[in-house]
């Protein structure tokens, strides 16, 4: 059994290896009464087969129609009767099935957890009826211009690589899957070498290792087939200019670019999309809502893949200022401008960064999500002072070779949603 001990001003972080390859993570935290277990799998929707886009995320939602001690109804009821509750989610790279609940029940967390993936029935009565429900989610996205926007700008850059697709699928996809592609996905990723149990609360490490090999020491330890050909290429993402007709009354506008994965560039990365957008008193907020008066909802948001890092800066807009909010929009973006931003407007951007990441240690869901983000992308939890170092030893020319590497390394996309009265 692997161990190592890892401290952070947030308590201590232990990892533990079981035998069969399952990672253990877990956040000793006094202060609450509360545990957040989650299981996770380190597969999403760039492991869906291609003729399957959405497989994996419907997958998340099958294991809660039945075990085979438990229906639908039972897997809820047992949790929330108790006063807690169970949630999952989805990316392009992971999946995440998770409890939160008073500690007092973190046995029962377990087992529940441990039952819906090493045991799920998928009743296929349930099945075909849970298609419906995800074809409902699909027409809700297609109904929110601000989600489906980025969907889009994914499936327009990545045409040909497994970024592309979205996590839902399509129609068409969701209604081809079948209970044998769900157990066959399940048996190439739900595999205990792919998978990391993380616990933050009131528990002990001692009896969370004891309760998770009591739960998970089942699990197959066959090879996994998830991560090993996660691999982007430059030419993998492919810049585009496009504009489509929508039935909106505002348009809604998206710019971005895609470079291959540099941790050279992590921190940097990660402070230029605070300098850009975080909060009001930001880049973004100040150009285009408060000095030009072009837009109320303006971001960015800064996406890391295992291999690629994603930007992008969205606004939605009056259609006869489209041309000018992007002209702004790439002004700042530009290298030049960046490195030039004042040492006041950086400072206050690091402390903005500073502060979400020890506020966020203060939710215990985004702590357990937190360290599971650590181990898949950096292969270990990292402590949240080292962060905050790096963060605090970012240089202007740091900020300025940020930007030059997006800039150097591909050319932007974008996509841009014009309103259309006859299709309102």
């Known amino acids: 059994m692997q161990h190592d001990n890892l401290c952070i001003s947030a308590g201590q972080v232990i990892e533990d290896t079981l035998e069969n390859g399952l ?22 929707s760039r492991e869906d087969p291609e003729k399957l886009s959405g497989l994996s995320h419907f997958l998340e939602h099958a294991v809660f129609k039945g075990t085979l001690s438990k229906d639908h109804l039972t897997i809820s009821r047992c949790i929330e009767q108790v006063g807690g509750y169970i949630d999952a989610y989805t990316t392009k790279e ?111 490490h001692e009896e969370i290792m004891r309760l998770a090999e009591k739960s998970f020491s089942g699990l197959d330890t066959r090879p996994s087939s998830s991560g090993t050909e996660r691999t982007f290429r430059q030419e993998d993402y492919h810049p585009f200019y496009l504009k489509r007709k929508k039935p909106l009354y ?23 999309n605070t300098l850009l957008s975080g909060g009001m008193s930001s880049i973004l907020s100040l150009e285009l809502r408060e000095h030009n008066a072009l837009a109320y909802n303006a971001y960015s948001s800064l996406t890391f893949f295992d291999d690629a890092a994603l930007l992008n800066i969205y606004a939605a807009t009056d259609p006869e200022n489209t041309d000018k909010a992007l002209l702004i929009i790439k002004n700042v973006l530009s290298a030049e401008n960046i490195s030039t931003v004042s040492q006041e407007e950086q400072q206050a951007a690091k402390n903005k960064l500073r502060g979400g990441m020890l506020m966020e240690m203060e939710k215990m869901t985004q702590r357990m999500s937190k360290a599971a983000r650590d181990i898949f992308y950096f292969g270990k939890a990292v402590e949240l002072e080292e962060k905050i170092s790096r963060i605090d030893n970012i240089t202007p020319d740091d900020l300025g070779y940020a930007a030059e590497y997006l800039q150097q390394h591909t050319e932007a996309s974008t996509l841009l949603y014009e309103p259309d009265e006859d299709l309102r």
């Open 23 to 44: 990672r253990v993570f877990s956040n000793h935290t006094p202060h609450v009464d509360t545990i957040t277990l989650g299981i996770w799998i380190n597969a999403g």
């Open 94 to 204: 992971n999946t995440c099935i998770y409890i939160r609940c008073l500690k007092e029940h973190r046995a029962l967390a377990f087992d529940l957890l441990s039952d819906m993936i090493c045991n799920p029935s998928f009743p296929e009565d349930e099945i075909e009826k849970e298609k419906a429900v995800v074809i409902e989610e699909i027409h809700g996205i297609n109904d929110s211009p601000e989600e489906l926007i980025f969907d889009q700008f994914d499936t327009l850059a990545f045409p040909r690589h497994p970024l592309g697709p979205t996590i839902l699928g399509t129609e068409k996809t969701v209604n081809r899957i079948t209970t044998g592609s769900l157990r066959k996905f399940m048996r190439q990723h739900y595999v205990a070498e792919n998978m990391l149990v993380t616990a933050v609360g009131n528990i002990s």
């Open 250 to 272: 505002q348009a809604q506008l998206l710019y971005g670019m895609a470079v291959p994965r540099d941790d050279t560039f992590f921190y940097s990365l990660l402070l230029l």
